[in-house]
């Protein structure tokens, strides 16, 4: 009976009867797979997602941080030239230039020209020439720089640098040119009421011209002995600091505003006149500041302000 039992039993666990199909096994491991595979794309698409909104975000930002930024410092190599040419300028006032501040014979040059500004006593008239030069800075800076400022938010005002130039020139126009928005060389941008109507008039252009000859001729007392009119005037300036800082000043000046000619020529005249730019601006220099002037005089007209009179 054991032996039969035993018989009948090995017959039905080695039956069909009892086996797991393999298609059905198959299809199970499918399904698994399947959902396995579902879940990582879903991990994945939401990790994109994710990804997708934080770079949307990033360059929402950047684009923000760059219209809020109020200075192009850095973006050109001409700011690290204006910031390089200021640290100069300073170094030089204080630490290498000769004699000392405040010293008795600088305070007598300032006294006698506040005392009589035409014609002061004791004065080289040479020097005293090249020094009335300093009132016509802000006038060609302004006419060089405003019609090529940026016309985009929180940028530096010109203003106040333009106006501080007639005293203190690169001191405070050297910061500005080297932090301010990078201008315009290419096309032309939105002029305002003191660009249309006192920097690109040419009544007032000729007029600075003028002005600039009688500055120069404040030095004609000294053609009465030229010799020794040009000797004291480089004795004063060799001795006196406050004499060295101004020629110095007035020189950076006279550098930096043959790159401003330049580029402020190329946005007014024809496209293949542009090569001349260069040798434009570098021709102001023969005439320090009052060369400057000239070609604001001579200069062509703005094109928006060359359409509006035609």
Request: hydrophobic fraction near 45%.
């Amino acid at each position: 009976m054991k032996c039969i039992l035993a018989l009948l039993l090995c017959t039905i666990l080695s039956s069909d009867g009892f086996q797991i199909n393999p298609s059905i096994r198959a299809g199970v491991v499918v399904q698994n797979q399947q959902q396995k595979y579902n879940v990582v794309d879903r991990k994945r698409d939401v990790a994109l997602n994710l990804f997708d909104k934080k770079k949307e975000k990033s360059a929402t930002t950047l684009a923000v941080d760059e219209e809020e930024n109020w200075t192009d410092f850095g973006k050109s190599p001409v700011t690290y030239a204006y910031g390089a040419a200021w640290l100069l300028l300073v170094s030089f006032a204080f630490i290498f230039a000769p004699g000392e501040l405040g010293s008795p014979s600088d305070t007598a040059f300032l006294k006698s020209i506040l005392d009589n500004p035409t014609a002061p006593e004791g004065v080289n008239p040479f020097f005293f020439g090249i020094f009335n030069e300093f009132a016509l800075i802000p006038i060609v800076l302004g006419c060089t720089i405003s019609p090529r400022t940026s016309d985009e938010k929180n940028v530096i005002p010109v203003g106040i640098p333009l106006f501080l130039s007639s005293f203190i020139a690169f001191f405070v126009i050297g910061p500005y040119l080297a932090l301010r928005k990078t201008p315009s060389t290419e096309e032309q941008v939105e002029d305002d009421w003191i660009t249309q109507n006192i920097w690109e008039n040419k009544i007032f252009n000729y007029v600075t011209v003028v002005f600039g000859i009688l500055c120069l001729a404040s030095a004609a007392p000294g053609f009465a002995d030229p010799a020794e009119s040009w000797k004291g005037c480089l004795e004063f300036i060799g001795s006196s600091r406050f004499a060295a800082v101004s020629v110095a000043d007035l020189s950076m000046i006279t550098l930096i505003l043959t790159k401003e000619v330049a580029d402020d020529y190329k946005i007014r005249c024809n496209p293949e006149n542009q090569d001349r730019a260069g040798i434009i601006g570098a021709s102001t220099a023969l005439l320090p500041i009052l060369g400057t002037a000239i070609y604001c005089a001579a200069r062509p007209s703005l094109p928006s302000a060359a359409n509006s009179e035609s």
